[in-house]
């Protein structure tokens, strides 16, 4: 009983840090004290600190099995984590003044957004991929929670900031930007930085099949 109220407590926890930093008077003091980088820093920091704890709460809950793995489960991990690694790499720290993770926004073209133009919210949807696979992997009922729940956090997201940057923006010149953005969809050849950022997602591919036994104790292709 005592694991599941760790894991319940930690839950808690996890809203906590996730909802009140973010508040508008709470963000704007933060924000004062640690400057905008700042902030961005020490929240991802936080964020992924919590999520450490998470996971390890869910390893100290009881083991109740809800399916066993079945032979198709880990091709189609194995597949889905290259693609998520693949869409983190090409997105993360290009101009995206649609969601969080952009830098330099001043200088986004929505007549030449690239990959921002699919994808407004990509690291959004990484974390509800690499989630809603980690479902698919554990069968038990606390990762099954677990992963279920930031799933659906991260689904949710979008709709969040999206009215969020509605507000800032304004609803007309943000309605314009997604149009223009969305009209530019095109096949285009990738850039040499393109093919670099899209080594750089196999690299960190392998990095997390490597390190996985190691940090999880649960190994990749086994």
């Not at 599941?4 to 407590?9: I, K, M, V």
């Not at 450490?52 to 099995?65: E, K, N």
């Not at 009215?163 to 850039?191: I, M, Y």
Request: glycine share 8%; with cysteine.
């Amino acid at each position: 009983m005592s694991g599941w109220l760790t894991f319940a407590g930690v839950f808690v926890l996890f809203f906590a840090t996730h909802s009140i930093p973010v508040r508008p008077p709470v963000k704007k003091h933060l924000v004062k004290h640690l400057g905008a980088k700042g902030f961005t820093r020490a929240y991802s920091a936080l964020s992924l600190l919590i999520l450490a704890l998470l996971i390890w709460a869910a390893q100290q809950a009881p083991f109740v099995l809800l399916w066993a793995e079945g032979p198709w489960h880990r091709p189609v991990i194995w597949l889905g984590m290259l693609v998520a690694c693949l869409i983190l790499t090409v997105s993360i720290g290009q101009p995206n003044p649609f969601s969080f993770g952009g830098r330099n926004n001043d200088a986004f073209d929505p007549l030449d957004a690239g990959f921002i133009g699919y994808l407004r919210h990509p690291l959004l949807n990484v974390l509800a991929l690499w989630a809603l696979l980690h479902v698919l992997a554990n069968g038990d009922l606390a990762h099954v929670l677990l992963f279920a729940t930031l799933a659906l956090f991260a689904l949710a997201g979008p709709r969040v900031i999206d009215a969020r940057k509605k507000r800032d923006l304004g609803a007309d010149a943000w309605l314009a930007l997604v149009s223009e953005t969305r009209s530019q969809r095109r096949f285009q050849v990738p850039s040499r930085g393109t093919m670099l950022r899209l080594c750089a997602g196999v690299t960190v591919y392998l990095m997390l099949v490597y390190l996985h036994p190691i940090v999880i104790g649960a190994p990749v292709f086994l």
